[in-house]
């Protein structure tokens, strides 16, 4: 089972600045099956990246993603007001499927 | 656009079984993969499973034994029944499509298990 540890926990920024979200992974993933997702409260997650370090659809070029084998990592390279969230990562190369558990972006 | 609907109790008692069903809508439960995720309160997504549209299946191995999912092609749904429920199983239950990096998800309901 491939365990996820995402960090930090929490990441305090103000509009503006960069956030860099760190994966790790406890075996090598397959960078094909590396997500990740943003999670606002009330509302579904959304897909960010996915294979690693690809947009999914209609997310905006201030986000990216990149990494292989046991390290991955999400930036965001300006804040906005919008991208104040959770931030998970997921493997789904290997059974089971597994989640990080999430690092909060919080304003300061 | 595919657009997913869960529906099913809110309200399960200690021990009983969890039955939700998500609905299909815009698309076709042919030629893809269906997850079940969760999220207790105040907790991180957990992956709670999949099924394909031929019935093939992947559980997470903590609720397998008591985790069955179908899928009804006819009805364009999938659904999912958890046994022997606690409050430990009291989650905002979502479905999505795929088996990760899902890009379809419904909108979560949230099933607490009451004793």
């Known amino acids: 089972e491939i365990m996820l540890a995402q960090s930090p926990v929490t990441l305090s920024l103000s509009p503006g600045e960069r956030a860099t979200l760190s994966c790790r992974a406890s075996q090598s993933v397959s960078s094909y099956y590396l997500a990740w997702f943003q999670h606002k409260p009330g509302q579904a997650p959304r897909l960010l990246i996915y294979?690693?370090?690809n947009r999914a659809t209609g997310i905006p070029d201030r986000f990216s993603g990149r990494g292989s084998g046991t390290d991955f990592t999400l930036t965001i390279s300006r804040l906005e007001p919008e991208d104040f969230a959770v931030y998970y990562c997921?493997?789904?190369?290997?059974?089971?499927?597994?989640f990080g558990g999430g690092t909060k972006v919080e304003i300061k | 656009q595919a657009q997913l609907q869960e529906s099913g109790p809110g309200l399960v008692k200690s021990s009983e079984t969890l039955s939700l069903t998500c609905t299909v809508s815009g698309g076709s439960t042919n030629y893809f993969y269906w997850s079940w995720i969760r999220q207790p309160p105040g907790k991180g997504l957990e992956w709670i499973g999949y099924i394909h549209y031929t019935g093939t299946t992947d559980y997470n191995p903590s609720l397998k034994s008591r985790l069955t999912m179908s899928v009804d092609t006819s009805k364009n749904q999938f659904s999912l029944r958890l046994s022997s429920v606690t409050a430990t199983d009291t989650a905002v239950y979502y479905c999505?499509?795929?088996?990760?990096?899902?890009?379809?998800w419904g909108q979560g309901t949230l099933v607490t298990v009451s004793s």
């Open positions: 999505a499509r795929g088996q990760g990096g899902y890009s379809v």
């Open positions: 997921q493997q789904y190369g290997s059974s089971p499927v597994s």
């Open positions: 294979g690693a370090s």
